[in-house]
């Protein structure tokens, strides 16, 4: 009750706060290139229910049927404001319309197509328990990656081998161990990480970091 009712009030306050900022973001990725301000991807959410996730649109129209899921940094599909947007996690932030809504919290696992959480088994459908979010832990250890994913012949085969087996085990991590005071931690850590590189939580000490460019490496 205590999670549900700090999501509520803080993507309320978040929304008021920031929306000279998200009109802005609206209008330049309007003017930027042909399509609607926010990108609808479906994602699996509690319990696996589908439900469309906000995303300022970083991408042109209809990305997904010109290249796979995953985005490497150099990604042709990816239009001027989108760089920016991604860059600086701005196109997250329309997910705290989702957060007001009930579809995902601050704080949890981060939403995945249905394409991968429909094959989930065994210990990670414990992932699916909880209410999706805009970060934990998995997303401090994966800040960036499209720079990780940089290079890459395929990208959606370099994020299954690189990112989603480690991503996969924090957030069974984050659904054992979460507490409100957890939660805090996470979000304040979030913006560390969003404006300082180089920070890497010392929860994560045991988690090697993920190397920029990794991705031009998978066969």
Avoid: C, H
């Avoid at 978040?14 to 290139?33: N, Q, R």
């Avoid at 913006?191 to 993920?210: C, G, N």
Wanted: cysteine-free.
């Amino acid at each position: 009750m205590l999670k549900r009712t700090f999501d509520v009030v803080a993507s309320a306050l978040g929304l008021l706060v920031f929306s000279p900022l998200l009109l802005a973001v609206a209008l330049w990725v309007k003017l930027d290139s042909p399509g609607p301000v926010f990108y609808r991807g479906k994602r699996g959410g509690r319990n696996n229910v589908p439900f469309g996730i906000y995303k300022f649109r970083s991408m042109v129209m209809n990305a997904d049927k010109i290249g796979g899921s995953s985005t490497s940094g150099e990604d042709p599909r990816v239009t001027k404001s989108g760089r920016f947007i991604r860059k600086y996690k701005i196109d997250e932030l329309s997910q705290l319309l989702n957060v007001l809504s009930g579809d995902m919290s601050l704080v949890g696992p981060r939403p995945e197509i249905t394409a991968y959480t429909d094959k989930y088994e065994g210990e990670f459908l414990e992932i699916m328990r909880v209410r999706p979010g805009i970060t934990d832990w998995a997303s401090i250890w994966n800040a960036d990656e499209g720079g990780v994913l940089a290079g890459a012949k395929d990208p959606d085969r370099a994020y299954e081998i690189l990112i989603q087996p480690t991503k996969l085990q924090l957030q069974l991590r984050y659904v054992r161990t979460r507490t409100f005071l957890s939660d805090l931690k996470i979000i304040l850590y979030t913006v560390r990480r969003i404006f300082d590189a180089d920070f890497y939580p010392r929860e994560l000490a045991d988690v090697p970091r993920l190397e920029p460019g990794a991705g031009a490496k998978v066969a």
